[in-house]
């Protein structure tokens, strides 16, 4: 595997992410490896961290083990059954979908067009200093171009 490519999974049989044997949830770790993982289409081994519970179901899109002795009996499942290692890559790539550049850019528009906007336009009315709320309002609407160019980058991509 390329060390510059260190994030490509996708020629990798399993991905495992365990930190430690002893149940430690690791609540300030993201689940990169699990996504990456489910892009890739390989099933991912992984321990008890609160990310993967988060946006996943274990037995279901990944697995999380206890002991070196049930990750090494995962690995020797999957490598024997063939349909179950083919379930579990297509449950990941259906939860990839959920991580896609187009559904993440989407969730920012949402949320920008959406309550940020309309929290923004009611702060607006509260009769704040003109110079101040100038400024604000220029970078604002210089976000929302910004943002409003990204999102047709991401489309014309997407289509081609």
């Known amino acids: 595997m390329d060390p ?17 044997f002893d149940g430690q949830t690791y609540d300030t770790k993201p689940p990169s490896k699990l996504i990456n993982a489910w892009h890739a289409g390989t099933p991912f081994v992984g321990g008890h961290d609160s990310a993967f519970k988060q946006i996943g179901t274990p037995t279901e899109d ?18 024997r059954n063939t349909s179950q290692y083919a379930r ?3 449950k990941g790539f259906d939860q990839a979908k959920q991580y896609s550049r187009h559904a993440i850019a989407q969730r920012w528009v949402d949320l920008l ?5 309309i929290r923004y336009s009611q702060w607006t009315k509260r009769g704040v200093c003109a110079s101040w709320h100038a400024a604000v309002n220029a970078k604002y609407a210089y976000a929302r171009q910004e943002l409003g160019r990204l999102w047709r980058h991401l489309k014309k991509s997407q289509a081609s």
């Not at 002991?67 to 999957?78: G, K, P, R, S, W």
């Not at 067009?113 to 906007?117: E, N």
């Open 4 to 20: 510059s490519n260190w994030n490509d999974f996708s020629g990798v049989d399993i991905v495992i992410g365990i930190r430690s």
């Open 62 to 79: 990944y697995y999380v083990v206890t002991t070196q002795e049930e990750a090494c009996d995962v690995i020797a499942d999957l490598a």
């Open 88 to 90: 579990i890559v297509q």
């Open 113 to 117: 067009k959406g309550p940020i906007d």
